[in-house]
């Protein structure tokens, strides 16, 4: 591990100012990034910890943690790197249950954390490769499984300087259970076959129809849903096009803090935009609504005409389309899909999903799904009949869980 520490340490100054950039433009509070650089003076000990990363994994870990509770388990603790994660936890209002920020993996940092915590197993969800982390972790006796796990390892010189690291803390963790084949695979080439199995994406498991929702739009719409940098510019030209008032876009961004970039990229001079966190009205002259708010977008998806998902019309790899489906909602996707290859490649093969290779090709889509609305069925009745078919996955991790926790 010394080649690692010794890397970390180098970069330390760039990941403090990456840090305090980020808090001062999202006005976090200073307390946050006391907590990511030095950790906590006290936290009491818990027998089960659960990491997760971001929104996507903490939103698992909140339906994972309502299950083991439900189980009868007790002395929970929830870690995540995020602010914005948090208000998921907060939201959830579990009983009994602590959240902290993950430090980042100094050692000296990292080694009291996990000393303070003193779990019996770590749950990490999806992917969070920290070697100090792993390595402390595993001399002070706690267990380490990875859930939903996904992998995409570096290429290049950055593959050469990172295999031995990455074997070495890979080989701490007791099993990793995979969202798809592909990941397994990509963990092969750095555990024994009999550490890692193919076990299914949670995040198909979770989406429930159920949840209250609230119409927010009163206008039909098209909703661009989780989009990244450049994104938003790339749909609005070719919406633009239709030269309709008839329906509204509407653009979640994947992180809300952007739309002062979003506005930079749109030319708004002929443009009528409203947004929602000003409180601006929608009228019949209004074509594009930018949601850059939190929490709503299972009521966005709902009632929308039909779906584009970003972080697939850029080089971002895609985000999951499951909330779409079980809504029995079109779903459009560019050709950046590799986090959701397998996903991506069954919804297509069930004629249950629209990939679109071009940009160019979008005007031509949004007419065809407006023009013809038994089309459109076609595509809603199949999304919602596969992701019917994966209820099963998130019994099917509680249960291997459980077999860790008692063992």
């Known amino acids: 591990m010394f080649k690692y520490n010794f890397i970390l340490y180098v970069l330390s100054p760039f990941i403090i100012l990456k840090l305090l950039l980020y808090s001062f433009r999202n006005s976090i509070k200073e307390s946050y990034v006391s907590r990511k650089l030095f950790g906590y003076k006290k936290i009491s000990k818990k027998s089960i910890w659960i990491h997760a990363a971001s929104l996507g994994e903490m939103k698992i870990a909140v339906n994972i943690c309502k299950h083991l509770i439900q189980n009868g388990h007790k002395e929970i603790l929830i870690t995540s790197n ?32 996990i000393n303070l915590v003193s779990a019996k197993i770590l749950i990490i969800i999806e992917t969070e490769i920290w070697p100090n982390l792993y390595n402390l972790c595993n001399r002070n006796n706690t267990k380490i499984i990875i859930i939903n796990a996904r992998f995409n390892p570096p290429s290049g010189l950055l593959r050469l300087i ?5 074997k070495q803390t890979l080989n701490l963790v007791d099993h990793i259970y995979c969202k798809s084949k592909r990941d397994k695979e990509s963990y092969l080439k750095y555990v024994n076959d009999k550490n890692v199995t193919y076990t299914g994406n949670i995040k198909h498991a979770l989406v429930n129809e159920h949840l209250p929702a609230e119409n927010l739009i009163n206008r039909k719409y098209v909703l661009l849903a989780s989009s990244h940098h450049r994104e938003e510019i790339i749909v609005i030209k070719e919406w633009l096009k239709l030269k309709s008032n008839k329906y509204l876009l509407v653009i979640a961004p994947r992180h809300p803090e952007r739309l002062g970039d979003i506005l930079s990229d749109i030319p708004l001079s002929g443009i009528n935009i409203a947004i929602r966190s000003k409180g601006e009205k929608i009228r019949n002259s209004t074509q ?14 709902k ?28 779903i459009i996707v560019g050709p950046f899909m590799y986090n959701f290859v397998e996903e991506t490649e069954e919804f297509l093969k069930n004629n249950a999903l629209i990939m ?40 099917d991790y509680i249960n291997l869980i459980e077999q860790h926790i008692n063992n």
Do not use: W
């Open 82 to 113: 995020t602010p914005y994660s948090k208000n998921i936890f907060q939201q959830a209002q579990l009983q009994n249950v602590d959240h902290y920020y993950l430090p980042f993996d100094f050692y000296l940092v990292t080694k009291k954390f």
């Open 162 to 166: 990172s295999k031995n690291i990455y």
């Open 288 to 301: 594009i609504y930018i949601a850059d708010t939190i929490g709503e977008m299972n009521s966005l998806i």
């Open 303 to 330: 009632f929308s005409e039909y779906t584009l998902f970003g972080g697939s019309f850029v080089d971002s790899g895609g985000h999951s389309f499951m909330e779409a489906a079980v809504h029995s909602k079109a």
């Open 356 to 395: 679109c290779q071009k940009p160019a090709m979008l005007k031509n889509i949004f007419e065809k799904l407006f023009r013809s609305k038994s089309k459109r069925e076609v595509f809603e009745q199949n999304a919602k009949k596969l992701v019917s078919s994966k209820k099963s996955i998130l019994k």
